[in-house]
């Protein structure tokens, strides 16, 4: 588990955790240390142990509450743009076969075919390890943001704004529901690539397939 960090990622690190799929999970950590959860061990990038799937969570560090105001995050490593690549390939040397890379995108975005593709050189470069499936999901990124100066809030507004325009079909949804339909995905991964907009991440949990 990487990316461990903000209200997402303590969620999907505890859904992992209770979720009884995995006999052990490690969470990418600065140094390894032990926390005293049950199954839970920390390790640095340099020194992963073998695993089997790999869960990313991508947060921008530019974002207010993209760590927990009490610190309980502060143990792990926050995965963004500039080292998922880096974090993706360790996986893969530590023996990951597969991975899900959860990949937030602002409300505009969201609307048309484009969010359904890969999204940028570092998806791409991600899509071509040797891995036998990568499921990328495309939640809406939260708008919003602490008062900053004008031109933040400007642009805070106008987030704002494009989340009360979205069409129905795209759900914003509580972290705690995101791990759910995480985790839903990782169990009906299947090989080769999937993208997962955020009109169709809800319907993960209805899908047994």
Same mark, same amino acid.
């Given at each position: 588990?990487?990316g461990a ?6 969620? =999907? ?32 990038? $340099? ?18 509450? !993209? *760590?927990?105001?009490?610190? *309980? ?8 743009? $500039?080292?998922? =690549? ?30 359904? $593709?890969? $999204? ?43 989340? =009360? ?16 339909c995480a ?7 299947? !090989? ?5 907009? !955020? ?11």
């Open positions: 588990m990487a960090v903000g209200r997402l990622g303590e969620a =999907l690190l505890n859904r992992v955790l209770a979720s009884g799929d995995y006999a052990s999970v490690v969470a990418l950590a600065d140094a390894p240390m032990a926390l005293g959860v049950r199954q839970l061990s920390l390790a640095p990038i $340099g020194a992963l142990p073998r695993i089997d799937d790999a869960f990313v969570a991508l947060s921008d560090p530019a974002e207010a509450d !993209a *760590r927990s105001f009490y610190g *309980r995050d502060a143990p792990f490593v926050q995965v963004h743009r $500039g080292n998922c =690549l880096q974090v993706a390939q360790r996986a893969v040397d530590a023996g990951a076969s597969r991975l899900l890379l959860v990949s937030p995108l602002p409300a505009w975005q969201q609307v048309g075919p484009f969010h359904r $593709g890969l $999204g940028d050189e570092t998806e791409l470069a991600i899509s071509q390890l040797p891995l036998a499936s990568v499921v990328i999901l495309r939640p809406v990124r939260d708008a919003k943001r602490p008062g900053g100066n004008l031109l933040q809030k400007v642009a805070a507004a106008y987030l704002s704004l494009q989340l =009360l325009m979205m069409p129905r079909s795209i759900e914003l949804m509580t972290s705690e529901k995101l791990a759910r985790l839903a995905a990782m169990r009906r991964a299947r !090989a080769g690539i999937e993208v997962v907009g !955020a009109d169709r991440i809800g319907a993960l949990l209805e899908d047994p397939t």
